[in-house]
């Protein structure tokens, strides 16, 4: 597993910041074949990512520095 420091994700933000859509990422997974994607993303305030979803995955998202909005469509039974 590598280590993500305070720095990196300061450093990661700076990178957002300079890009169109106002984000960047790390990946954390030593292969982009491996079965679990573990990645950082740095997204800076007007970033926006539209709603949408990914059926055949399992997504498991923590925040760690963050101010966000997230808005989620009702849970129907």
Known sequence: ???VTFSDLQ???EQAA????FRAHRNLHPELS?????LA???????????????????FNVGSSAR???VCPPVIS
């Open 34 to 38: 491996d079965p679990v994607q573990r």
């Open 11 to 13: 450093e990661q933000s």
């Open 41 to 59: 993303i740095a997204m800076e305030p007007v970033s926006y990512v539209r709603p949408h979803r990914h059926p055949h995955t399992n997504l």
């Open 18 to 21: 300079n890009t169109p859509r």
């Open 1 to 3: 597993m590598k280590k």
């Open 68 to 70: 966000a909005v997230t």
